[in-house]
């Protein structure tokens, strides 16, 4: 891994790896860049693979407190860093929001997107339920969400067959340092509001799991309707954590969008 540092300071990791076009993979709360490891082999033949630890996360420096526009500024800043001057950018979960903003205010460094999984428009009962979580993950650490978070990410066909890396998976989130995962989930669970994604104007995939609860289909419905010339994908069964879960059938999907000749 190598790193930087953003501009309050924090030491971010990042890799870069493969050949060709630029491609940015941003990363869900919780985890590192290595959600996308079968997924990024798969890429790295076609494009220059960039994949960062998002600040709180794996090897990059500990936070208290931070914001949507902090994730977007080191995004920027990476991409400074790599010298990239134009990517394709793909965010799942927390990385599709940053990805949302991102392309919103710095549409002329992006190819094309592609959000997975990712929110949009909250309903006054879904932000009830997500508030609540990060309130619990304040007041008694992270250990208190895993049960849930569990039954949210997997298939119960996939923790049938591959109990130990579900178990790794809930083992990672638990590994995070408490202050920074219960940072970045209050921008994960409030974020949402005020992103103008509808003036998103390059190139576009959605996608989500046909039964994610939390980056439910109407949410990729509405970014779909709302974002020109979009494409949607609901993607058969899977709930959320679709990069472990579904690794080949996501590589596929970006492959066909990335290079449509």
Not at 226 to 248: F, M, N, T, W
């Amino acid at each position: 891994m190598e790193k930087f540092h953003a501009r309050d300071g924090l030491s971010l990791s990042y890799t870069v790896r493969g050949r060709g076009p630029f491609i940015t993979l941003v990363h869900g709360i919780g985890a590192d860049h290595a959600s996308w490891d079968a997924i990024a082999r798969q890429l790295e033949a076609h494009f220059t693979v960039v994949r960062a630890d998002l600040r709180g996360h794996g090897e990059s420096g500990r936070m208290e407190r931070c914001s949507l526009d902090d994730f977007v500024t080191d995004l920027d800043a990476l991409l400074n860093v790599v010298g990239a001057d134009k990517t394709h950018l793909v965010g799942f979960s927390l990385g599709g929001l940053i990805a949302q903003k991102y392309a919103v205010e710095n549409s002329s460094r992006l190819d094309r997107l592609v959000l997975i999984s990712s929110v949009a428009e909250r309903t006054d009962d879904e932000r009830a339920r997500v508030l609540k979580r990060a309130d619990q993950i304040d007041r008694e650490g992270i250990a208190a969400v895993v049960s849930a978070a569990e039954d949210r990410w997997f298939t119960p066909a996939f923790k049938e067959a591959n109990p130990q890396r579900v178990a790794e998976r809930l083992d990672q989130l638990v590994k995070n340092d408490h202050r920074s995962y219960a940072a970045a989930y209050r921008v994960f669970a409030e974020a949402d509001r005020g992103i103008e994604f509808e003036k998103i104007n390059v190139p576009t995939l959605v996608m989500t799991g046909e039964n994610d609860p939390g980056s439910s289909p109407r949410m990729s419905r509405l970014l779909h309707e709302k974002i020109a010339g979009s494409q949607l994908r609901i993607l058969p069964e899977l709930r959320h954590s679709v990069l472990l879960e579904a690794p080949d059938l996501i590589a596929g999907l970006l492959l066909e969008f990335l290079q449509p000749n």
